[in-house]
């Protein structure tokens, strides 16, 4: 199963996702979107287009009278009235009015308030009139909202549905289990009301009447409860409400809400968008992208409202955008948390792994670091520091330095007065003419220097010094001075530091700030500085170095240069940044772009330092560049995975170093000049030799014994000439001839003493009994010194951790003439071994894959085989029970006499040859 790193934060996004989703389609949010039309409606942003298809008529009274309710219906017929409709409380007309007004005349009643039959006794009342019924309007989220459709009638043998008067006016089919959702625009512009009189009275025009639907009811307000709606000041009438009921059927303009499955789309969608978009914005740009979208939504909102009668669902889209705006936010707060928390533990661990010292403002107290750092510059017999009381112009001492604190003759402490004052006024190292402190000596100078910095005053340097000689009071006072304001700045700094520390510390500002509780950001903040003030210093450091530093990656790119070596490339007409390795060797050594690769890939593949000359350069002309393979190192205490593992032959790049040899060059100058005198004055001596003993020759011929000396001594000085000519061939053309510029002559018993010294735990650990076999004076080899110490290293530890607790290691060096002149050194060990086979297989593979190998064996066999580079060779058996054996062969630095060399046999050269059992030490 793939490894999801990000698992969490995907199910939460998800769930909340779903959640949103479902609290929308099941209306969740409805009243907040009733809430936003209505107050569209009562700031009156919303007004209705259509002009309202109703006519509302106020009788004078609770009920009218037959003759005047026939002389109404008539009037409004002849203006053209579309119908007549007499609503409740006002009384039906009495049945000899009502055969007059059947035609043009509806007469309603509370649905319910006699049930669908006319009980017996009041059937006069609707006799021969047409009769509807008046639906009570629906209350809902604080306001009365819609007008029903029709009721249920729960009759004798059946429920029957009863329509209300409007779908009786309009006709039709309606689905009467609906509600009219009434449509509160129209009260912005109101509804057309007129009362009876003016009617009766003939003021009505017909245009305010034609095709209208006239409702006629009593205006008395206590005669109908008052519905409370929106867009509406005050509550409206039975008549009112019935009024809009109609103007909202008639203009077919009810509200209209978009269908759920509609709003959990548009939900669904916003969220994710928001999930994508709150990722790229800070929290205060998100917050005003919310603000705009909801502002926008509302707008839209209003759009859809005025011109098709929609509510939108702009709460739905609100809570989605405010949830998604904090999800989004909690999410990332929780990932720098988490973040913040592991990038703490890391910085932990390094700062763990160095040691990085407190620094002088963040350490407890200043005083001590002061005292080392004056003991460490001055040459003082006695220092003693002390601090001016805040708030007070008295002093106390603090700290002593090669005395006590208890050695202060002088009792007073007021630093308005003698000697201090004094020391004020000198405004530097006053030299005081009575004795400050006690025990003073007979050639001791005492001073008091004061510590001011801006004005203030921080406290007093008492000080006493021997004169030696050629002492020189003005350069002393001199540096006194210079070090007593350097020290007053640190103090004075680190005052003003500590007074917004304690005003950052205070609890209500902390409060406010948001600064009380966990504060890891703090933490990180701090350890970062202390890993950046040690970045800088290294970098400062780094820059400081005369030795010029470029490291390049295997692919060619500066990762790090310093000062020295961009003045050098500078001077040599080279543009580090724009060049590549390669460019840049070719251009600095003045090599052939092959042989540039060829040096390039020694380094990498074999992991060997190449040394290379440098062209002359002006101002540089002793130059040589190292080349420098670095690699990262395995043992990490806090076990994180470096980025070299993932590089090519897990390297971090190629180091150029440009050193400056022109000292040593003098010195091996020197050396030689050295030499060649010694040389000329050994000829010099064998010559004189020579010609002695040509001119005693004719003296010593008749004799056995003389031709023998003289044989002997010519033996002799054509020994010691041949040495003096092989010593003088080897040190000019030994490195060009066999190519390799990274070797030196190296003393191979040196090396191998030192890489016992440096495993000498583990011998101890195991016991094992070293026997070790080497000339008293062994010959030098060519070796490239650092690569085959580290050769001898690996091969030690592999030896030692192959080896049974109290066996053997031994170590034999010889020397042979045949095939050619070389020295055998032969490491072997009491052990568990391997097969002969794995290690033929491990032995077979290519050097390149064997030394980047993780394992120690395949690494140890790769640097074995890499010792062909520069002339050595290496051959490695091992036995089952039996352990491993080790043979490498190097080339000498020979000018041995090889007639005493043939006399021996070619055998092994060697005498007083040395072994050692010690267990502990050898």
Known sequence: MPNIRNWREIIASLLLLALLVALSVSGVWRNGNLTFSDWL???????????????LVELDGPSVQPQALST????????GARASVLLPPAQPPSAQAAALATDALLVTRFAGEYGTQVPEGEAWLFQGARTSWVTAP?????????????????GINQATAIPAWFVTVQGGERDLADAVALNFAFLENGLPTLNQRQILAGEVIPELVQGRVVLMATADPTASPGYQVPGAAEPLNNLQIQGLAWATVAADAELRFPAPLWIGLVVGLIFLFNLFVFQWLS???????????????????????????????????????????LFVYQARRYTEAKTLTTMLGITHSALFERYVPEAFNDS?????????????????????????????????????????????????????????????????????????????GDQELEYLTPLIYAGEVLGFWALSVVPEENWSQEAFENNIASFASQISELLYHRQQLERERARQRRLGRRILALNVGRTPHEQLRSA?????????????????????????????????????????????????????????????????????????????????????????????????????PISEHSDRPDGRTGPGLFMPFKLLGLSFELVDMSHTRKALGFRDDLLHQLALAIRDRLSRATLAARLAAPELTPLASGQRVLSALRGTVEGIEKALTQVEEQMEDRREALRLASTTPVNLVRLVEDALLRNQSPLNEKRIDLASDWPYAPSLIWADAEVLSRVLDRVLVLLLKDA???????????????????????????????????LDRIWNQSVADLVDSDDPLEETMGMLKSLE???????VSTRVGKGFRLEMDFSTLGFRDEHILSERGHGPVGNQMQSGHDNDNS
């Open 41 to 55: 409606f009562n700031s009156g942003l919303v007004a209705a287009e259509a002009d309202p298809q109703v006519l």
């Open 364 to 440: 407890e107290s200043p005083w001590p670091k002061l005292v080392v750092f004056i003991n460490q510059q001055l040459n003082l017999s006695r220092t003693i520091l002390l601090e001016r009381v805040s708030g007070d112009h008295r002093v106390r001492e603090i700290q002593a330095l090669n005395c006590s604190i208890d050695d202060i003759a002088e009792q007073r402490r007021d630093y308005e007065r003698t000697p201090y004052s004094d020391a004020l006024q000198h405004r530097g190292a006053l030299q005081l003419r009575r004795a400050f402190l006690e025990r003073k």
């Open 72 to 79: 109404l219906v008539s009037e409004l017929d002849a203006l």
């Open 804 to 838: 049974t607790p109290d066996g053997r290691l031994f170590i034999t060096l010889s020397e042979h003439l045949e095939p050619r002149q070389q020295a055998r050194l032969v490491l072997s060990n009491e052990g568990y071994g391997l097969p002969q086979q794995t």
């Open 528 to 628: 970062q500085e202390l890993l950046g003030n040690r970045l800088l210093s290294l970098e400062a450091m780094f820059d400081n170095l005369d030795t010029g530093a470029i490291m390049y990656d295997l692919f060619g790119q500066v990762l790090q240069v310093n000062a020295r070596a961009l003045e050098i490339a500078g001077e040599a007409k080279l543009s580090v940044y724009r060049m590549t390795a390669l460019d840049f060797l070719c251009g600095l050594c003045d090599l052939t772009q092959d042989d540039a690769r060829r040096q390039l890939r020694h380094a990498t593949l074999k992991r060997a330092l190449v040394r290379l000359p440098v062209k002359p350069i002006n101002g540089y002309q002793g130059l040589i560049l190292l080349i420098r």
């Open 138 to 154: 629906q209350f809902d989220a604080g306001y009365f909202r819609a007008v029903p459709a029709g009721f249920v009638d729960q």
């Open 283 to 325: 929290v205060v740009n998100g917050a005003l992208y919310s603000l705009v979208v909801v502002v926008g939504f509302g707008l839209l909102g209003w759009w859809l409202l005025e011109a098709f009668d929609t509510l939108p669902p702009v709460a739905d889209v609100t809570a989605a955008q405010l949830v998604s705006l």
């Open 869 to 875: 580079s520069w002339g050595g060779r290496a051959q």
